[in-house]
């Protein structure tokens, strides 16, 4: 095992750079991910070092990128494809909701599809419209895919290399806010964090359970509380689907009270679904209903008010205010 | 700066490429030659037990042993030659109405029926005659196609992929990204579209105002070619050539084969709402099965086994729709990944859970 | 106002007649809507007596409908789309959430979108793949569009005309299964029901929350329950965004607890929604954790086994017999 | 059964159409007529005052006022072309890089870059000018533009609606959508392709083998045209002439502007991983505005009158983007629907009992 330190970007590049050199299968293409190496350099070099066979640009189609990647999963390959950003998947949808998901079952498992479709998500980087969607809840509420998310450049190497490894479809969502993030990594295969939620500080007096971009703010509201004497437990959901209900309820029995952070619209989203499992599981260990903090139920708003739509250090802390401390 | 520019070698012919006339003849200034003796016999054989299959399975619907059928009586020619021309290593990506195309290329068709039969979705093993699954959303299967044979290529293998579409399934975006991939990555893939003049209801005229369906290679920089789809003399020739020069690295063609669907869309669909009974008539006197035996004359101890061998299938296919399958409850969570998440585990266990007890009560 | 005895469908196709009638603007387009009258015969007759300039048949693409719609709905007209079945709306989803969502917001609300996209949804009649998706949580998840479902003709009729009527764009989800129920309907407008859930059956042991597909069934549980001596309370949400808040949370309060029953798959679904804001709400009050039968998180399965899929009167009793009776 | 299949009147001309050479002088063969004088006055100015706003907005970019800037440095006469050919009563559909075409619609430069500068997603009013906000998902505001159009046609109005796409769109299914639904609707829409030979870092090769973007009509039944995009007398003559067939009743039109684009692909783009700084130089020999200018050979005092206006249009661009607007944070619910929800109203509630917390602590 070696380690680096590298950012998430360049983290993520490597995961592609060693998953294509181990396994000939590996194949990457989208828009502008050959030369150019991707709008956010994800890409970077792959075309130079592995041939346009292997990474290569297509034309400007978002189901046609995921339709033919799903022709070449049939077919012995191993297609990792980018969508540019968020909104600019949904043209895939048909292809996503209706072919990667279901082939599998369709079939009685004859087809497998092992292909990521990779999606910078959500915001913070003061983007303009339709490059800032928190997109999860779509793929998550759609059974047969894997949907993921890493907070962290280590996460992020090798959750990329496990999705690729998987048998089966993976959508991986990278938090764009966190791409210049930096950390020492952990080279290789090794990691089965496809599943498996993880502690990111310990915490005694309630459970802040948050993943991908919300996990930084969940950590950083964390110390805050501290320092108010207040102890905040800190939970990376890290795998949407499936879902680690085992560690997640564990941390919440653990404290009586919880928090859900996450960054997309709350209604119908993947916060409603862990406010709604956890409760079912834990309802007589907790003090108080847990929380939302999420965005609002409006479209993703304009660089210039976005800090109001995404939660806050400040909107974590009312929240854990309002768990009902009296009771305790 | 400036393209070529040309498109003289994108468009296709001015009328269909017709070999054998309407009246079983074959015409007299025919642009390409007849395929051989035994190619015809070979598809006489496909399209006699293909008309069979359509008429079986028609019945088997109103027996109630298949839940729905979009039946291809009349367009037999198009899926038998779609078949025929194939090589074992090819593939082929049919629709819900190309059962027959999937049975020509080896699939048990009582395999193929399971999806409307309601046992599973797909009852066949893609892999095993390299033929996908029936596609019900319209066009998304071309993409697909043009995956399978740019991951063949990249390996440098040889196989040529057939993606069937209806004329209604050109408009949708899919299409026009499937080709144009394919045109870019010069895939190996025949594109054909059978126009049977209607997708369900609409007729050609409200899909599309382009002088035929084969203009729209051009686009892509794909040629084009339209055939009599009736014709299997003709169908045979033009996707054969296709296919030839898709595997000789010739990149993807277009075809589109006039036909007619002679049934309703589905033994759903009520046809006396948008076409009048004398326009399906007139297709009864371009019928692909007599068109050939008039050619082929063939006699009448042939004619009665090729009869009797179709009548095999049709009895196969009866005995197989009418044997009750009870599907496996557990098969519901086996399949969704390749193991089973801890939530589906959960799920599972309820449901053996919830019908055990409920067996218990009967 | 007059009454007449109609089957969902035939009230539906009323609704439209009516509002057609009433306002030139109203325009019904989508595939096989024309001379056919769609495939479940909801816009039977519109083209022969509107018009084709009124009620036309489209090129076969959905995101083509949807779009040309936006840009009518732009333009002074009130489209009514039909989208065939509800996979069948996927390829419009970029449309839907780009565009038919965010156009209003996007420009202040100089341009509204009074457009209504009709979906026949979700399963229980035997449909093969793709024609029995239960998909209102992507659009519930949606900020922008109302997203609506009626479980009963009268419902059927009121809530299209208001959906016309409406300036905003309505998501109408029609429980396909349903399109043969048949009820003396009350004509005319007059309804609010988008944003008002009903009480359609009166209980005081526990609140079955319920909406489109499933209220009948769980009318149906009720029944049974009664006859063991439980009395449920059954709520019709009908309106899941804008949701009805009020009504339905009095509801729970009134019994403490509740089992919330839908088609979907549960995983971040509306049924999770429902769970998570009326406990948020309703904490105190409920004496067990509310349940959900849901859809299991698979794909729709086959004909032959939908039956083991659907949410179901044992399934729903079963879960009323969860809820902790021992701690009443 | 045939369709006519003539697709002659569909294809383009061999080779774009140009009146004004690169060298400022009519070319020998036009196919055409020159627009008249006043006309092409009209456009010069419209052209000066387009270069400056592009250049204006790249400056501010850099300040830091706005927060990224597609820029048309290079393409002016296309979007110029395609606001001058319209009638105060016809819809312009601009996507991100065509400010300038919005502008030329009468849209207010400040708000024209309200969406850039990140105080809200569309700056203007559609209505006051029928510009549709800029679309930034491709080519989806395609088949609005048919919308707008056949709504129009519905209730007899002579609307013709212009709808801008780039290159890289028309690979989009949207694109392909919105095509065919025009013609079969025959809607009044002209469909502008500017193809400036990239799709951000992807060139036009790996985006199509088609002969060229107009040859993508046929397929539709609607006729192509090439024309120079750097000769604004060609685009003004070949987009007058399809608007004025469309107002007429002719159905849709497509024409594809060959064009450049000199800058990168936003500020935040690095084009030279993707192209040879020789490529763009060759293009500035191409200059749309050089071209005109030595063509219609402006007086001295002309110019400067011209520039003058054009810095004056500058001037208010920096002082409206220089000013900061303190967005309204209610804004956030208040267009959500026409009236908010319940649920809005609480959160809108809740934001604003934060903030006023927040308040009280600083
Ligand atoms: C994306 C999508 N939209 C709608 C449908 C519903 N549908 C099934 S078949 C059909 C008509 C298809 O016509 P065509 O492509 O001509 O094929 P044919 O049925 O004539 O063989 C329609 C609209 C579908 N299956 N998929
Ligand atoms: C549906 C969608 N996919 C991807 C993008 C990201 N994107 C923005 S501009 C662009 C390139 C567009 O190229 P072209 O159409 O040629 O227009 P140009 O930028 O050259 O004017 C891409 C890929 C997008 N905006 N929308
Ligand atoms: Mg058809
Ligand atoms: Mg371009």
């Known amino acids: 095992m070696t380690h680096e330190k590298l950012t998430m970007a360049q983290a993520l590049n490597r995961a592609l750079r060693d998953a294509m050199t181990e396994d000939p299968s590996v194949v990457v293409f989208g828009e502008d991910v050959g030369p150019l190496g991707g709008v956010f350099r994800i890409t970077d070099g792959l075309t130079a070092d592995f041939g346009e066979d292997r990474c290569f640009d297509t034309p400007l189609a978002e189901s046609g990128i995921v339709g033919v990647a799903v022709g070449m999963a049939m ?125 990111r500080r310990e915490g005694t007096d309630a459970t802040i359970i948050a993943y991908g971009p919300s996990v930084p703010v969940a950590l950083e509201a964390a110390e805050v509380a ?103 | 700066m400036d393209m070529t520019g040309d498109a003289d070698h994108l468009l296709p012919s001015d009328s269909p490429v017709t070999l054998i006339g309407t009246d079983g003849h074959p015409v007299a200034d025919a642009s390409r030659p007849l395929p051989d003796d035994a190619e015809l016999r070979r598809a006489l054989a496909s399209l006699i037990t293909a008309r069979r299959l359509n008429d079986q399975a028609y019945a088997l ?60 979705h797909c009852g066949w093993d893609p892999y095993e005659h390299k033929v996908a699954p029936h596609a019900t959303p319209l066009a998304t299967q071309l993409p697909h196609a043009v995956g399978v044979a740019h991951a063949a290529r990249l390996r440098g293998e040889s196989t040529v992929v057939m993606a069937l579409c209806g004329d209604g399934g050109t408009s949708e975006g899919d299409f026009h990204e499937a080709l144009n991939f394919a045109a870019v990555l010069r895939a190996p893939v025949v594109f054909l579209i059978q126009n049977n003049e ?97 050619f082929l004359a063939p006699g009448d101890s042939e004619m009665a086994a090729l009869h009797e061998q179709a009548e095999k299938v049709a009895e196969h296919v009866r005995d197989g729709l009418n044997r009750d399958v009870e599907p496996d409850p557990a098969d519901l969570f086996a399949h969704v990944y390749a193991e089973p998440t801890p939530q589906l585990r959960e799920q599972a266990a309820q449901l053996a859970d919830d019908q055990m007890r409920e067996g218990a009560l009967r």
């Open chain 1, 75 to 199: 077919n012995g390959m191993r297609p990792v494809v980018e969508m540019q950003f968020d909104a600019f998947a949904y043209p895939a949808f048909e292809q996503i909701v209706s072919h990667v998901a279901k082939m599998r079952n369709r079939t009685r498992g004859r087809v497998a599809l092992p292909m990521v479709i990779r999606i910078p998500y959500a915001g913070g980087i003061g983007g303009v419209e339709h490059h800032c969607d928190s997109s999860e809840a779509y793929y998550a509420h759609t059974p047969g895919l894997h949907v993921v998310t890493p907070s962290t450049p280590g996460d992020a190497y090798s959750m990329l290399r496990e999705a690729i490894a998987s048998p089966d479809p993976v959508v991986f969502l990278e938090p764009k806010k966190l791409y210049w993030s930096k950390e020492e990594v952990e080279l290789g295969r090794s990691s089965a964090a496809i599943g498996r939620a993880v502690i």
């Open chain 2, 198 to 294: 209607y997708a369900i209801s609409v007729p050609l005229a409200r899909q599309t105002a382009a002088p035929s369906l084969a203009h729209k290679g051009v686009g892509y920089g794909i040629p084009g070619e339209r055939v009599d789809g009736n014709d299997i003399a003709a169908l045979l020739s033009v996707l054969g050539e296709a296919v030839a020069r898709a595997r000789d690295g010739g990149g993807p063609q277009l075809v589109e084969a006039h036909t007619y669907r002679m049934q309703a869309h589905t033994n759903a669909d009520d046809a006396t709402r948008y076409r009048a009974d004398a326009d399906v008539e007139a297709w009864v006197a371009r019928d692909p099965i007599t068109r050939l035996k008039t």
């Open chain 1, 226 to 328: 501290d320092r108010e004497g207040r102890s905040l437990q800190v939970v990376d959901v890290r795998s949407i689907v499936p879902f680690d209900d085992e560690t997640i309820c564990a941390a919440v029995r653990s404290t009586g009270r919880a928090v859900v952070v996450a960054e997309a619209a709350g209604f119908a989203s993947v916060a409603s679904e862990i406010v709604a499992r956890v409760t079912e599981r834990c309802f007589h260990s907790l003090a108080a209903p847990i929380r939302r903090v999420a965005g609002l139920d409006i479209p993703y708003p304009p660089p210039k008010l976005e800090h109001l739509y995404l939660p806050s250090v400040d909107r974590i802390l009312d929240a854990v205010d309002d768990l009902q401390w009296e009771n305790s």
């Open chain 2, 61 to 120: 619907v109103r027996q109630g042993r298949l839940a729905v059928y979009p039946s291809s009586h009349g367009q037999e020619a198009c899926q038998v030659a779609a078949a025929q021309v194939l090589d074992d290593g090819d593939w082929l990506f049919p629709t819900y109405r190309d059962t027959v195309a999937a049975v020509g290329r080896g699939v048990d068709p009582v395999e193929a029926l399971t999806l409307l039969k309601g046992d599973w």
